[in-house]
């Protein structure tokens, strides 16, 4: 009987449906595992790249369910953002229609992949029901000072007509990642997140286990340093500016003083001479990006702004030059600049001709010049009172002392910038802010959200969000006063969204809050998230703020919002490229792949292409050996000869039994570790091991029946349509997602014999096969008739032979 894997498939899909197989409900009495997947973003049809995340993730969530735990495995849809406004306007369609037309189209194939989505907790983020608590979480966030408005500079994309976050702004040119227009700056009034609050919070992941290389990033992206924070006052002025230094023990060496020219106090103290290259040079600092600005590789330049400072330790004149090295955003927005101590200020004192004092002596200094900057610690020279201090000490008497005279103090700073939510867009969820003449900024009531977005909105050519000339949207009444106001225009960044879907998924249609508290007791923590990595300085920083504010506001009890992570790699097309339409002929399309192949097929090539976080190119030959794998499993189930006559021997029975045992332990250490590529290949080495003895009489025994639940078991996280089948074919009860992970016997899962290495003298000189079960002796007679071995023992009695059980033997001689 042939495997006909498009029926097979259809049928078991509709009985998982109609039996709620997959809808997760509270059991007190078992382990819960909330098991979660990022959620896909609402672009149209799902490619091979989608199967990619999700696939492996599900293979994972069916095993957990097997090993006993009570898992939850919900998705649901990200669907406001500007790609879908954007795509809509260019096709001419209102943005809702289209993204509901993608997300009903995305289910349909979500649906057909085989994962045991609980589709009675799905969520979408465009949707009243949903955005209706992300505005209540605006207000809870408003009313607890951590959301806040001012004006500040931003990057605008002009074509999009819309803010765009720096991580947003793309390439050397500084350009929208979007629409590839050029990014400028434009001040405009934001709403904006104290992310920084928690900045401390954020870089404490005790609590959690993830990739070292997301929490370096983290790290990094936050960008902790601690130092003293000073004030330098500007000669014949009465205007100062703060600076900030990790090395304090430095400040001596000062020669220079630089500002951000952005800085408010540039204009005030430019000199007539040199005020129309200081403009020209802000100009040109406005077009660069951080990126571009804070590279190590750049070449450093700058302009005089001919005002000097005054060094505070020494009383010493600097000059206060501008330098697009230096970003307003970071710590003061100006810097001490000591250039015998490191390296940019180096290279921009030789460029413009400035002494580079030294005041770290290096170990062999000779009282000279420096050829390089010396960045290491060391003993303190020409600082006075300080001279002879090592950098440690010297860092601590410095900062008492400027504290002592109250010039500074010593501070935490931090990279990271709070988190600007604020878009000039239509397709996001509405900021609920009124605006009233009389009352000033005044929050919607709880009781009159969710704002809705208005659906006769009218696009105009200039991309410009429809929402600031709705006039119907637009005017409102004070909820506090009862005169004429006015609505926020601007709505949230998507990132808002996310931040705190795995919540709602819980109770989607809960109205009595975000989610359901019971069902928050029972089901949260996150106990294994999947997704990429590219999301690390984003949304999964962002996520990991909205819980740590969410339990300061006593709406939950954890620190954070998932204890485990782990990041997939990226699928790429037979060219080694990434897929991208834009290319068109390296995309792979799942949909013709099911109908040649079948769904089972897919997922198992998916997860046998490459270790899932390493990802690989897409290999259209590989691919046709998984669906031979799996139509060998269904002859041995299906078409298994038992017309096979004779006795089988009990080593027969032992040899099936050992290799049954073996293979559950290396499958189900690999799923443990997600190494779900090598868990595939023992399979297949097990299902080569029945071809063998299928044909023997050893198909007549428990071994045998054993062996094949175990295949079928051992499939059904990767295969869940065949499995099914399979176990319903042999009078297995319904359903194989339901059964317990096979276990391993210890003794019947060890090797029959194993490799040892020979050591003479302590240096390898053969290896064994050796029986896992012999004794000592049998071991040393073994090792010494090696020939490697007796050519260097040669005739001498060995003094001493040392055996470790299983690892190795050394002979001394």
Request: proline share 6%; net charge negative.
């Amino acid at each position: 009987m042939a495997y006909e894997f498009s029926k097979i498939e259809k049928k078991w899909r509709e009985r998982w449906e109609a039996t709620g197989l997959y809808c997760s409900q509270i059991d007190p009495n078992r382990s819960k595992h909330y098991a979660l997947t990022m959620l896909p973003y609402t672009s149209g049809d799902l490619h091979i790249g989608h199967w990619y995340a999700i696939v492996p993730s599900d293979v994972r969530a069916r095993y957990m369910r097997m090993k006993g735990h009570n898992v939850l495995f919900p998705i649901g849809f990200d669907a406001f953002g500007l790609p879908a406004e954007n795509a809509a306007i260019q096709r001419g369609i209102h943005p809702a229609k289209w993204t509901l037309d993608n997300v009903e189209r995305m289910r349909g194939q979500l649906k057909i992949m085989g994962a045991m989505f609980d589709w009675t907790r799905e969520a979408t983020t465009c949707l009243p029901e949903y955005y209706r608590w992300t505005q209540w979480l605006f207000l809870k966030f408003y009313a607890n000072d951590l959301a806040y408005r001012e004006k500040a500079p931003v990057d605008w994309c002009p074509k999009c007509n819309t803010t765009l976050a720096r991580e947003q702004v793309w390439g050397e040119d500084r350009h929208c990642e979007r629409c590839d227009t050029p990014v400028i700056k434009k001040d405009l009034d934001q709403w904006l997140f104290r992310i920084t609050r928690y900045a401390e919070e954020l870089l404490d992941f005790a609590e959690i286990e993830w990739p070292d290389r997301v929490k370096a990033m983290q790290e990094n992206w936050i960008g902790r340093s601690e130092g003293v924070e000073f004030e330098m006052r500007v000669k014949n002025s009465d205007a100062s500016f703060r600076v900030f230094t990790t090395r304090p023990d430095t400040i001596w060496g000062m020669s220079f003083a630089v500002l951000a020219p952005e800085h408010p106090l540039v204009d005030e103290i430019t000199s007539p001479e040199q005020r129309e290259a200081v403009k020209a040079y802000c100009v040109k600092a406005e077009r660069q990006s951080e990126i571009e600005r804070l590279s190590v590789d750049k070449e450093q330049d700058g302009v005089f702004t001919g005002a000097y400072a005054i060094n505070p330790m020494n009383n010493a004149d600097v000059p206060i030059y501008i330098a697009d090295y230096v970003l307003l955003q970071y710590g003061t927005g100006a810097i001490m600049a000591v250039p015998a101590h490191d390296e940019r200020d180096f290279d921009f004192a030789k460029k413009y001709g400035l002494s580079i004092p030294v005041v770290i002596a290096p170990d062999d200094w000779d009282g000279e010049a420096l050829t390089q900057p010396y960045t290491g610690e060391g003993c303190m020279v020409n600082s006075g009172q300080f001279d002879g201090l090592f950098s440690q000490e010297g860092k601590n008497a410095v900062a008492d002392d400027l504290e002592s005279q109250d010039i500074g103090e010593r501070k935490i700073n931090y990279r990271l910038h709070d988190w600007l939510i604020s878009r000039q867009r239509y397709w996001g969820c509405p900021i609920p802010i009124i605006y009233c003449d009389t009352c000033g900024i005044v929050p919607v009531p709880a009781r009159d959200l969710p704002v809705m977005l208005p659906d006769d909105a009218e696009f105009l050519p200039t991309g410009e969000s429809p929402l600031k000339y709705h006039k119907g949207f637009l005017n409102t009444t004070c909820p506090e006063c009862g005169t004429s106001a006015q609505r926020e225009t601007d709505t949230m960044d998507t990132f808002m969204c996310s931040s705190w879907y795995q919540y709602r998924y819980l109770s989607p249609h809960y109205d009595a809050g975000p989610f359901d508290p019971h069902e928050g007791e029972y089901w949260l923590p996150v106990d294994q998230y999947t997704g990429g990595i590219e999301h690390a300085t984003m949304h999964l920083l962002y996520t990991r703020f909205f819980t740590k504010a969410m339990r300061d506001m006593d709406l939950v009890s954890d620190d954070e919002p998932m204890t485990r992570l782990f990041n997939q790699g990226i699928i790429l097309g037979e060219d080694h490229e990434k897929m991208s339409k834009s290319r068109g002929s390296n995309v792979v399309n799942p949909d013709d792949l099911i109908v040649q192949y079948g769904i089972d097929s897919i997922r198992a090539y998916l997860i046998f292409l490459s270790r899932w976080e390493q990802g690989g190119p897409w290999n259209s030959s590989s691919l046709e050996g998984v669906p031979r794998f799996l139509n060998r499993v269904w002859r041995l189930v299906v078409e298994n000869d038992s017309l096979t006559k004779g006795t089988p021997t009990q080593e027969s029975q032992d040899d099936l039994r050992r290799l049954t045992h073996q293979t559950i332990r290396k499958v189900s250490e690999d799923f443990e570790t997600f190494g779900f590529n090598t868990a595939l290949a023992a399979l297949m080495t097990f299902s080569n091991g029945l071809s063998v003895a299928q044909n023997t009489p050893v198909v007549h025994t428990d071994a045998w029946k054993e062996a094949i639940q175990t295949l079928i078991l051992l499939l059904a996280p990767v295969t869940p349509h065949l499995s099914e089948e399979l176990w319903s074919r042999i009078g297995g009860e319904y359903s194989v997602h339901q059964q317990n992970w096979p276990e391993w016997d210890e003794n019947l899962a060890r090797p029959a014999s194993i490799e040892m290495p020979v050591q003479v003298n302590g240096k390898v000189r053969a290896r064994m096969e050796v029986e896992v079960d012999a004794g000592h002796e049998e071991i040393e007679s073994l090792a010494l008739d090696q020939p490697n071995v007796k050519a260097h023992v040669q005739d001498q009695d060995p003094k001493k032979i040392i055996v470790i059980p299983n690892r190795l033997v050394n002979i001394v001689v």
